[in-house]
């Protein structure tokens, strides 16, 4: 399908999802090779959105499962619809009698019934969960199995059995084999160690956080409207607050929705009060948001330029921990200049 890793680059891009060297490279040896790849690094980073992009790519059908803690078979694989057999039941009733009218016991209307069993569990009463959608698919499909590692370990050892043949027996029904064998993309957010036997049949992707660079390009790609300056600061704040000690760093996700917030609030520079009053739509812990706040009253959340963003302590304002280092400042909190210019306020865009 793609000769090589810069028409897989190529292909994503086409999906507005821009990726590195080495998530262009593994995608090519996973459809070469026809393996797995687990994707894994902190929540946010673009693995979900991967899985998605890949399938518009390749064109193929995405099929999702979400795990979560207790995910059983029944839920990821198939289930029997109880309720409509019950009602098929009770229609046929009439045909039911006719069928074991005559019989003298018990035992001989039980065998009787048991010839046509086959008609209460077949494909009529299947209900296919993600796994068997993906298996039994006439189309080439995508499996995508996010957040593995919420799933418990049972589960990820069910998991296995099915990735390596990529065929279920269903009792009633016999084995079932895929037509075509789905693409599967596993994503873990590394809450827990997953097992090594899952990790042996996969190929291995870490997706971190992205760099001052590529962060620009995605929100230039995602939020064209916005304009580059204000971009470029946004980016240095958010990539700023990720060297910050937090119990949550804002994602990729969340870089792009406060872009889109920028738009909507027609902002043409990030001043104080901006970031302020917008500053939720990046931390989502009270704790963080009052921390990133007194490091921006204390100069200490800057951006590259000329200046940090103050809240108006001047020079002598006391810096505050949290900061990040960056080559070049040799001042106290270790942080880059901003680009708002001058020693207090920063200068609008006019």
Known sequence: MFKDTKEVTSALNQQQYIASDEISTVLFLAEKLGKPVLAEGPAGVGKTELGKAWAKATDRKLIRLQC???????????????????????LLRDKLQDLLGGTNSLGEAADRL?????????????LPRPLLQAITSPVPALLLI?????????????????????????????TLTA?????VILTSNNTRELSEALKRRCLYLFIDYPNNEEELRIVRMRVPELEVKLAQQAVEVVQSLRQMDLKK???????????????????????????????????KHEADAQRAKRALGGGNLGTRGGGSIRGGGGEDSPRRSGGYNSGGSSRPGGLPPSPFGGAGRPNRRG
Do not use: C
């Not at 929705?257 to 901006?274: E, Y």
């Open 68 to 90: 979560y803690e207790g995910l059983d078979e029944s839920k990821a694989l198939y289930e029997w619809e109880y309720a409509k057999q019950m009602l098929y039941t009770q």
């Open 114 to 126: 048991a010839q046509e069993e086959d008609v209460f569990f077949s494909d009529r009463f299947l």
């Open 146 to 174: 996010d957040e593995i590692d919420r799933a418990d370990a049972e589960f990820e050892a069910f998991l296995l059995e099915i990735l390596s043949d990529f065929q279920v027996s269903v009792p009633e029904l016999g």
């Open 179 to 183: 037509t075509h064998h789905p693409m």
């Open 249 to 283: 760093h804002p994602s990729v996700a969340e870089t792009i929705d406060w872009a889109k917030a920028l738009v909507m609030l027609n902002a043409d520079s990030l001043d104080q009060k901006t970031l302020e009053t917008t500053l939720t739509v990046l931390l």
